[in-house]
């Protein structure tokens, strides 16, 4: 699998927006961009992913550069229920049932 | 909105002995998995599977683990002869195949922590 690279921690006030930078240089023609986040004492949750284009749905806004290196998750305005580990994860796009494989993700903290 | 259930929520077991975790995905999904996350570390993968058979296995998931689809709605996890590093939260994942997208959402369920005495 190809490697993401997301900075240890971050962050943010509450009710501000909040920009999760990932690196993934290695990335594949085929690979889509996958986020997930990890709430404290919970199971991983699917937050977002694309391919190409910005994405946008309930929860966040996923922003890919043109040469598809980076990305970014945004959070619109974060709330105290957005502190989790993020976790940006690259899956081939051939399908079936990979696994997905975590990093240490980006652990957010959220100050009231 | 439908979920991942997992069972028991919490399990304390004597080293050497065997458990079974066990897991109810959600109704019309058809890939299965098994992931652990030892205390203060990454989740890792452990095993996939599909129609009855596993479709993938890390390097993790040696001859102790077995999975198994027991009947129509559980998905389980047997470890033989546990030892004191299986001690983790266990998650089982669960997700649909959509013809048009490849890639599939994978929905989580809360976890079981294994502790291994």
């Known amino acids: 699998d190809a490697k993401t690279t997301q900075p240890n921690s971050m962050e943010s006030n509450e009710e501000e927006p909040v920009h999760l930078p990932c690196n993934h240089s290695t990335i594949s023609g085929t690979d889509y961009i996958h986020w997930y986040r990890q709430l404290p004492s919970q199971g991983p949750e699917y937050v977002i992913h694309g391919l190409t284009s910005n994405v946008n749905n309930r929860m966040a806004s996923l922003a890919i550069a043109e040469d598809r290196k980076s990305s970014t998750l945004i959070l619109h305005r974060a709330t105290l229920r957005d502190a989790a580990v993020y976790y940006c994860?690259?899956?081939?796009?051939?399908?079936?049932?990979?696994?997905?494989?975590f990093g240490k993700g980006t652990h957010l903290i959220i100050q009231p | 909105e439908p979920e991942v259930t997992q069972t028991p929520s919490h399990q304390v077991t004597q080293m050497g002995q065997e458990v079974i975790l066990r897991c109810v995905p959600i109704?019309?999904?058809?890939?299965f998995y098994w992931y652990r996350q030892i205390l203060g570390q990454k989740v890792e993968f452990l095993v996939s599977?599909?129609?009855?058979?596993?479709?993938?296995k890390s390097e993790i998931f040696d001859d102790q683990f077995s999975v198994e689809r027991p009947d129509g709605s559980n998905f389980t996890l047997k470890i033989r002869s546990t030892k004191l590093e299986d001690s983790a939260m266990y998650f089982c994942a669960s997700s649909e195949p959509r013809l048009a997208v490849s890639t599939d959402t994978q929905y989580f369920g809360p976890g079981t922590r294994l502790t291994v005495l």
């Open positions: 599977f599909y129609n009855n058979e596993i479709s993938e």
């Open positions: 109704s019309n999904h058809l890939y």
């Open positions: 994860i690259l899956l081939y796009s051939g399908g079936g049932a990979d696994g997905l494989t």
